[in-house]
């Protein structure tokens, strides 16, 4: 039996989560539910390609699950906005994942998110390396959890992905995640219709973005967050 993986360096500062060990927060102390709209839900447009989905599975791929805040969020927007007959497909990868308590302790932040938190809660134990697939409302709402390196984990994926959400600690506290693997897989699972949206706006993510094929916008940031950025798949580059 694998043994599971922590950081055994999460803080509760003002009884908020903070990784002591990339000295950076987990959700942002002004509004982290508001973020996660306005960069992650409102930068994909996933309120209308929700609604317009037909018969069909849509994709979203994110780096970081951490507190699982943007998963919740895109939950609850599907089971509002999504036909019946779609389903949801959640992939996300994190090298670090939170104990069960520490998660639940996040969770608690967000009382509209508490119906979706509590049956994410029924399933989440300590993770092991490797995938750990979750199912939720019968089966239309699928969680793949990627536990381990980034650069090890999105290799493994086959499945085409339609919106981006890339979530890792900032590019300057843990560049190992923000790689040219990172880049390259991306573009290895999207096609003309992907999206993708980060809090970031580093000039290493940009040029990294657009060097796979990705047209990227800079536009303001939520908060005290300058800018960001958003875009999408446009194909390959020479």
């Known amino acids: 039996m ?29 509004n982290g539910l508001e973020e ?66 520490d998660i639940s302790l996040a969770q608690a932040y967000w009382p509209t998110l508490a119906d979706y938190s509590q049956q994410l809660l029924t399933q989440y134990r300590q993770l092991t390396p490797g995938i750990h697939q979750l199912s939720f409302a019968n089966g239309k709402v699928t969680l793949n959890l990627l536990i381990g390196d980034v650069s090890e984990m999105l290799p493994q994926i086959e499945t085409p992905v339609e919106a981006w959400f890339l979530d890792g600690f900032s590019p300057a506290k843990n560049p190992d995640m923000w790689s040219a693997s990172l880049f390259q897989n991306m573009a290895r699972l999207s096609h003309s219709l992907t999206t993708f949206a980060t809090f970031t706006s580093a000039g290493d993510v940009r040029r990294g ?19 960001m950025l958003r ?8």
């Open 2 to 30: 694998q043994t599971p993986i922590t950081s055994n360096s999460i803080e509760w500062r003002d009884g908020q989560p903070y990784a002591s060990a990339f000295q950076d927060v987990y959700f942002s102390t002004d």
């Open 36 to 101: 996660t709209k306005f960069v992650f839900l409102t930068q994909n447009d996933l309120a209308i390609r929700f609604k317009n989905l037909k018969n069909a599975n849509f994709t979203i791929a994110e780096t970081g699950f951490g507190t699982g805040l943007n998963f919740l969020s895109a939950w609850q927007l599907w089971s509002e906005h999504a036909p019946s007959d779609s389903c949801l497909h959640f992939i996300s990868v994190e090298k670090y994942p939170l104990t069960v308590d």
């Open 209 to 227: 973005l657009q060097a796979v094929g990705f047209q990227v916008k800079k536009l303001a940031g939520f908060g005290k967050k300058r800018e």
């Open 231 to 238: 875009g999408h798949f446009i194909g390959n580059v020479s």
